[in-house]
């Protein structure tokens, strides 16, 4: 596990270093992740190590996310003050991006299931 | 504080706010209690334990009086785990490689077309209900992942501060709906519903998905990473070409 885990910060922190290095506007992490997976496509598959430590983590990604939330409290002032036009934008502009993406890929999918050798 | 404690135990208070460890201790309580009435809910999009433990640790703190700063102090460590848990998205990322390199052309058609309309429609009805211009700014990015979206918004002239809130409120709403939308809009497959929750509603609609279905997490987890990268590079562009 403790491989793993130096496994994934070291791929995180080769991305920072791209990411600070060329002034990507992409942040580190995600460079990381395009990175191992480049890795796993040329070299073969994660180790059982890695692909259980990721699955840990990721079971608990929910978790990750809760310090960050938090921080919702030093923002009160500014969220009262616009409520109404933040609450909208948000509502509407989350369903109209899962609806979008979702119908589209939904059609995609059953249009190649009703052609199957297209 | 003061007025509710014997003094010995102020005095133990007084020295827990200048250490981490409370902070810690309180975030994983507060998740633990979260997911256990999470399981007793039945995983109800509701009883989401990001949103409990959120609001359990929010109100701790006003209770107390005790800054976001101090508690932050302790909960970085967990907050730091969102790093190497992004690269960790490469690993079902790779072992759903196959159904994505199917799906290249609709994921990316779909994806983009999902971005654009999410960030365009944000900035757009902000603007049109009389959200001042660093509000407006600040919604661009909130359908990706934290990173991602703080850096765009300090870039685009807003506050990466309230970036961050919108994304969590993003992830909350999205989680919420999406069941029932994919219902009514007979969205089926995993692989569409994943690529959804990722692309409108990033990390935390995708912990949910992950729960639901493997290859759903998946086309989260890819979407997660592929949103972050378009929306860092079309919403500065929309902003410089639309009167937003």
């Given at each position: 596990m403790v491989r793993a885990l130096t496994i994934l910060v070291l791929y995180q922190l080769v991305g920072t270093i791209i990411q600070q290095g060329l002034g990507l506007p992409v942040p580190g992490p995600v460079i990381g992740l395009v990175l191992a997976l480049a890795w796993f496509l040329k070299f073969g598959p994660p180790s059982e190590d890695l692909r259980q430590t990721a699955q840990g983590l990721l079971k608990y990604l929910g978790l990750l996310f809760v310090p960050a939330g938090v921080g919702i409290v030093n923002e009160f002032g500014a969220l009262r003050e616009n409520a109404v036009a933040i609450l909208v934008a948000i509502a509407v502009s989350t369903t109209l991006g899962l609806l979008v993406t979702g119908v589209t890929m939904q059609w995609f999918l059953t249009r190649r299931e009703a052609k199957p050798h297209a | 504080m003061h007025k509710l404690l014997p003094l010995p135990f102020f005095h133990v208070w007084v020295y827990l706010q200048t250490q981490p460890l409370l902070g810690l201790a309180a975030t994983l309580c507060a998740w633990e209690v979260a997911a256990l009435l999470d399981q007793r809910a039945g995983h109800k999009a509701y009883s989401n334990p990001t949103v409990l433990a959120v609001a359990m640790l929010v109100a701790a703190l006003l209770l107390t009086g005790t800054s976001y700063q101090t508690y932050f102090s302790g909960a970085v460590y967990i907050h730091f785990l969102l790093g190497p848990a992004t690269v960790a998205l490469a690993v079902p990322m790779y072992a759903n490689w196959p159904a994505i390199r199917r799906n290249f052309v609709p994921i990316l058609v779909s994806l983009g077309a999902g971005s654009l309309v999410a960030a365009l429609s944000a900035m757009l009805i902000a603007k049109a209900l009389g959200a001042p211009h660093e509000v407006v700014m600040s919604l661009?990015?909130?359908?990706?992942t934290t990173p991602i979206a703080m850096g765009v918004a300090q870039q685009l002239g807003g506050l990466p501060a309230l970036t961050a809130v919108f994304v969590i409120i993003t992830g909350l709403f999205g989680t919420l709906i999406c069941g029932p939308l994919y219902k009514a809009a007979r969205v089926r497959a995993w692989e569409a519903q994943g690529l959804a929750a990722g692309t409108a509603a990033h990390g935390i609609a995708t912990a949910h998905m992950i729960r639901l279905n493997e290859t759903a997490g998946a086309f989260g987890g890819l979407a997660i990473g592929l949103n972050g990268i378009v929306t860092a590079i079309i919403v500065p562009l929309l902003v410089a070409l639309l009167p937003l």
């Open positions: - | 661009g990015p909130k359908s990706v």
